[in-house]
């Protein structure tokens, strides 16, 4: 049995749940010859009270990329587009999402490469 919280009192015990987790991690690459390139990270399609925590390497490129977190409507969940620049690399944690898209300026020509890794956890009920 695990505790948790519930509004009769301050703690009880609930039963317990039964998790996953996996970890993934892929180079990720892109060429821009004239318009944006939209790379997918990482699609949801397992269970949508997903937690993930991972980081996003951005090694060799031009330009600036934009990493979105998406939900289920492909509305992005971060309050604004998350900007790296080449040779940074950025930690997250996120819940929630379906997606998580590397943006990749269509501005700017040229070849963009990194690392993607994430540790999803979700119930399995």
Known sequence: MACCSNSVSALSCCADKNYVQDKVCTPW???????????????????????????????????????????????????????LPPGTSLAFTYRRFSVIEITLPGATAGTYQGEFCITTRYPVE
């Open 29 to 83: 690459s892109g060429t821009v010859v004239a318009a944006d390139v939209t790379v997918i990270a990482f699609t949801n399609n397992i269970n949508q009270n997903i937690v993930g925590t991972g980081y996003l390497q951005y090694d060799v490129g031009p330009a600036a990329i934009t990493l979105d977190f998406l939900d289920s409507t492909g509305t992005p969940i971060n309050a604004a587009p998350i900007t």
